[in-house]
């Protein structure tokens, strides 16, 4: 197992996400199957991964309950424990005290030796950074009292939400948990956050490094690319060799749903193989084939906007489509348009197609946004 430095501790370069345990429903995420889940747990730990990431909402509330059984066998010195406050529901904002001592007793410990602000987000952001709810200072307290080791964020927001929390506190974060692959690095513009990240020297935790299982497999030809370049490598772990090159990232989180992807994805962090300049070059070029056809190509340079009667921000709204339209569905995209007001929205769009008659591009506009509304609808 690769370990990476993380101020006096040596963390797996590989954690383990409890987001997508095995189960046993049919039709959802609950029950967890708790004997494969302590298998898994038990090779985790005996292969050398030493840190466990869950969260208040993940299997609607039981993950940390069942890892932290899991985990009552072990020394509490032998793992790293993350868990989040869950201000992604808004409505949890002034509980900050109420649901921390819950997660103590959910995952049967005395303290978290990391702790996050999850998921940082448009609609949020303001709520985290409001006085009046007492959440950093209560953290901090927490962290001074020894309940809480290392403080950090998630973040699903753009980079002007990022730049804006870290402004208010990124003197506090020790950590930040993005969303990153080879996939997102331009399309999620997740490069910017990794700079951004690596200008305030934050050492950067990535979730959704196989986008959700999109680069567990790919079209014969792209991998026959990358057979040609490495020969004994599968596809999945081009996932991670890519994330090993990216300056700044220390833990790498994988949702593991069975012993086998767990098997695998331990046999390729025995080894820190980070891309070359040419097996970079490849792998970024077979991202945007991926996205070639999915999505509409958009430039933002932003004549729509001035000619929108509505003052819709256009090229942000077709990202979103874009996003959303790619990945099938997922939270991203309506929670970003949650946080517009309703005449911002794309349902506010009059189809006037002012906005077409200006476009470089030659975009339906207008039909992306009725098409887009449809979808939110669903």
């Given at each position: 197992?690769?370990?990476?430095k993380?101020?006096?501790?040596?963390?797996?370069?590989?954690?383990l996400?409890?987001m997508?345990?095995?189960?046993?429903?049919?039709n959802g995420d609950?029950?967890i199957?708790?004997?494969?889940?302590?298998?898994?747990v038990?090779y985790a730990?005996?292969?050398?991964?030493?840190?466990?990431d869950?969260?208040?909402?993940?299997?609607?509330g039981?993950s940390?309950?069942?890892?932290?059984?899991i985990?009552k066998?072990?020394?509490?010195?032998?793992?790293?424990?993350?868990?989040k406050f869950?201000?992604?529901?808004?409505?949890?904002?002034?509980?900050v005290?109420?649901?921390f001592?819950?997660?103590l007793?959910?995952?049967?410990?005395?303290?978290?030796?990391f702790?996050?602000f999850?998921?940082?987000?448009?609609?949020?952001?303001?709520?985290?950074?409001d006085?009046?709810?007492?959440?950093?200072?209560?953290?901090?307290?927490?962290?001074?009292?020894?309940?809480?080791?290392?403080?950090?964020?998630s973040?699903?927001?753009?980079?002007?939400?990022?730049?804006?929390?870290?402004?208010?506190?990124?003197k506090?974060?020790?950590?930040?948990?993005?969303?990153?692959?080879?996939?997102?690095f331009?399309?999620?513009?997740?490069?910017?956050k990794?700079?951004?990240?690596?200008?305030?020297?934050i050492?950067?935790w990535v979730m959704e490094?196989?986008?959700?299982?999109?680069?567990?497999?790919?079209?014969?030809e792209?991998e026959?690319?990358?057979?040609?370049?490495?020969?004994s490598e599968?596809?999945?772990?081009?996932?991670?060799?890519?994330?090993?090159?990216?300056?700044?990232?220390?833990m790498?989180?994988?949702?593991?749903?069975?012993?086998?992807?767990?098997q695998d994805?331990?046999?390729?962090?025995?080894?820190?193989?980070?891309?070359?300049?040419?097996?970079?070059?490849?792998?970024?070029?077979?991202?945007?084939?991926?996205?070639?056809?999915?999505?509409?190509?958009?430039?933002?340079?932003?004549?729509?906007?001035?000619?929108?009667p509505?003052?819709?921000?256009?090229?942000k709204?077709?990202?979103?489509?874009?996003?959303?339209?790619?990945?099938?569905?997922?939270?991203?995209a309506?929670?970003?348009?949650?946080a517009?007001?309703?005449?911002?929205?794309?349902?506010a769009?009059?189809?006037?197609?002012s906005?077409?008659?200006?476009?470089?591009q030659?975009l339906?506009i207008s039909?992306?946004?009725?098409?887009?509304?449809?979808l939110?609808?669903?």
């Open positions: 197992m690769i370990y990476k993380f101020q006096d501790l040596e963390l797996s370069n590989l954690g996400g409890t997508r345990l095995p189960n046993k429903g049919k609950i029950p199957d708790e004997e494969e889940t302590e298998k898994m038990d730990i005996k292969n050398g991964i030493n840190y466990f869950t969260a208040w909402g993940y299997h609607s039981e940390e309950k069942v890892i932290g059984k985990l066998k072990y020394p509490r010195d032998k793992f790293y424990l993350a868990t869950p201000g992604y529901d808004i409505s949890n904002m002034d509980k005290e109420e649901i001592e819950k997660q007793l959910k995952c049967q410990v005395d303290y978290f030796d702790y996050l999850h998921n940082v987000y448009e609609k949020n952001v303001d709520y985290y950074l006085p009046k709810y007492g959440i950093l200072d209560y953290l901090l307290k927490q962290k001074e009292n020894g309940r809480i080791k290392h403080l950090g964020f973040i699903h927001g753009s980079q002007e939400v990022l730049k804006k929390f870290l402004n208010a506190y990124g506090y974060m020790e950590f930040c948990q993005i969303q990153l692959n080879y996939l997102d331009e399309f999620q513009d997740a490069k910017s990794v700079e951004l990240l690596n200008e305030y020297s050492p950067i490094p196989l986008r959700g299982g999109k680069l567990a497999k790919l079209q014969k792209d026959d690319k990358l057979k040609e370049l490495r020969p599968e596809v999945p772990a081009w996932a991670f060799r890519f994330l090993q090159t990216i300056p700044g990232v220390t790498i989180l994988s949702g593991m749903s069975n012993i086998k992807q767990l994805n331990i046999n390729t962090f025995k080894e820190d193989k980070p891309l070359n300049e040419e097996e970079m070059k490849t792998i970024l070029e077979i991202s945007q084939k991926m996205l070639k056809g999915n999505i509409l190509p958009c430039t933002a340079c932003r004549y729509c906007t001035a000619h929108c509505k003052g819709i921000d256009i090229p709204i077709l990202a979103l489509y874009n996003e959303h339209k790619f990945t099938g569905g997922g939270f991203i309506p929670m970003a348009i949650s517009l007001p309703d005449d911002k929205k794309p349902s769009c009059i189809g006037c197609r906005c077409e008659a200006v476009c470089p030659q339906k039909e992306a946004m009725k098409d887009f509304t449809d939110l609808n669903k």
